[in-house]
């Protein structure tokens, strides 16, 4: 059975840093893209960010309001996906889900998400 | 980027109706459009890939069509568990967008 479980969530001030895990089981980890959503409170869902698999070249895109803030790492050897998030804004605030991607090529799609990581930024 | 605008934001239906909800890209994404379900409290479930393809698992009632700039996502007869919200999200390209969300209330 396919699990992925967020750690890491909490509050924080705004400027400041925080890291989420995210610990999958079940599935061939390594082999895996991952990605990260999130969800503001009352909101829909946004795209964070992708990393592919270090079979694929372990590379990563962003979106644009987080390129350059945050970063998505993996490490394969424990199967645990991270997202450390730097100069926190107040819109941040959100529940951040990590997923797993699959598809080939284009046909890209979230099959499994964990139960998400509250993150609040506030002062 | 590309956006993707779905309608409507949201509906009032009955058990037993024919539900229908749109999703507009801003420029042509072939088939590359996936419809997810999310209720309150929930991570979102994956319905349908790949504009047509239902996931293992989801009911029948559930279908897909589209391609180009329109797509639909169909619920041929309202559940009393289908009440949520759906969301279309686009893989054509990087950054990958979703759709504000359609949410599916009871009548």
């Known amino acids: 059975e396919v699990q992925l479980v967020e750690s890491g969530g909490g509050l924080v001030k705004p400027g400041g840093s925080l890291r989420l895990s995210c610990a999958a089981s079940?599935?061939?980890?390594?082999?895996?893209?991952m990605t990260w959503v999130r969800q503001g409170p009352g909101k829909g869902l946004e795209w964070v960010g992708r990393?592919?698999?270090?079979?694929?070249?372990?590379?990563?895109d962003y979106a644009a309001p987080m390129r350059g803030r945050f970063t998505i790492s993996r490490d394969d050897s424990t199967n645990t996906l991270y997202l450390q998030m730097n100069s926190l804004k107040t819109e941040d605030t959100a529940v951040y889900y990590c997923?797993?991607?699959?598809?080939?090529?284009?046909?890209?799609?979230?099959?499994?998400w964990g139960q998400g990581a509250l993150v609040t930024v506030s002062s | 980027d590309i956006q993707t605008t779905q309608s409507p934001s949201s509906l009032s239906a009955s058990v037993g109706d024919r539900v229908t909800i749109s999703c507009r890209a801003s420029?042509?994404?072939?088939?590359?459009l996936n419809w997810y379900q999310q209720k309150p409290g929930k991570a979102p479930k994956l319905l349908i890939y790949?504009?047509?393809t239902l996931q293992s698992g989801v009911p029948s009632r559930f279908s897909g069509s589209g391609s180009g700039t329109d797509f639909t996502l169909t619920i041929s007869s309202l559940q009393p568990e289908d009440f949520a919200t759906y969301y279309c999200?686009?893989?054509?390209?990087?950054?990958?967008?979703f759709g504000l969300g359609t949410n599916v209330e009871i009548k």
């Open positions: 990393i592919k698999s270090n079979l694929d070249g372990g590379t990563t």
């Open positions: 999200q686009q893989s054509y390209n990087i950054p990958w967008t």
């Open positions: 790949a504009a047509s």
């Open positions: 420029q042509s994404i072939d088939i590359y």
């Open positions: 997923t797993t991607v699959r598809g080939p090529g284009r046909v890209n799609y979230f099959d499994y």
């Open positions: 079940g599935f061939t980890f390594s082999h895996a893209w």
